[in-house]
């Protein structure tokens, strides 16, 4: 079935350190890919999506590409920020649901 | 408001009870989602509605679970006969349709504890 791999967290950088979590995917067919961010006590906010190869979806100063050819939607940010804390979720959307892998916790400290 | 609302926030039932948890989706919204959530994972999907028509039941992990949309618009989630392994978040979300590249939206979720 479709699944989803992100790197395990938690990710801890200092303020204006640069971003990436890696994101890959297994799918049927062609799906549509986003990155969602659950702040503290907080539900599920919609951050990116790229719809197509190649698709570059953007947000708040975060990144990711659609790379069909790897099954890839890594996450990239230049310069986080406390506030970037939280946990990224990057889900496939396929058919009528969306596949959640297990998150990865990002801490930013000053 | 303007997004998904869910109710109520909080519920804590003793094992063996019934409970009910209600979505209300953003107006206009034809698709409704709902989703479980364990402590420190990622949402799994439940079931899917189009309008009034669950479409996907796939994910609902008994027949103790018990979903209903009979209007098209507001949404409950039943479980019946509780047990703990049901306790998690469980989130609603809602979109214009439910295929391609249209975002899902969601609730903040309900937290339902089982004693």
């Known amino acids: 079935g479709d699944s989803v791999t992100q790197m395990e967290g938690p990710v801890t950088l200092s303020e204006e350190a640069f971003l990436t979590i890696n994101c890959t995917y297994t799918?049927?067919?062609?799906?549509?890919l986003f990155w969602y961010v659950q702040y503290p006590g907080e539900g599920l906010q919609l951050l990116l999506k790229?719809?197509?190869?190649?698709d570059k979806g953007s947000n708040k100063g975060f990144e990711a590409t659609y790379r069909k050819e790897t099954t890839s939607f890594h996450l990239e940010k230049g310069s986080v920020q406390v506030s970037d804390s939280a946990v990224y979720f990057c889900?496939?959307?396929?058919?009528?649901?969306?596949?959640f892998g297990t998150g990865t916790r990002l801490q930013v400290f000053p | 408001g303007a997004g998904v609302s869910q109710s109520p926030r909080y519920k804590v039932a003793k094992r063996g009870q019934d409970v009910a948890l209600r979505c209300d989706p953003i107006?206009?919204?034809?698709?409704l989602f709902w989703y479980q959530q364990a402590l420190g994972q990622g949402p799994e999907f439940l079931t899917y509605?189009?309008?009034?028509?669950?479409?996907?039941k796939s994910g609902l992990p008994s027949d103790r679970f018990f979903a209903e949309r009979p209007e098209g618009s507001v949404s409950t989630l039943k479980i019946q006969r509780t047990q703990q392994e049901d306790s998690a978040v469980y989130l609603c979300?809602?979109?214009?349709?439910?295929?391609?590249?249209?975002?899902?939206?969601f609730g903040d979720g309900t937290r339902l504890s089982i004693l």
């Open positions: 799918a049927t067919g062609y799906p549509s």
């Open positions: 979300a809602s979109s214009l349709v439910g295929q391609g590249g249209q975002p899902q939206h």
């Open positions: 790229a719809t197509k190869a190649d």
């Open positions: 889900a496939p959307h396929n058919t009528d649901k969306l596949i």
């Open positions: 509605f189009q309008n009034e028509a669950q479409l996907d």
């Open positions: 107006s206009g919204h034809v698709s």
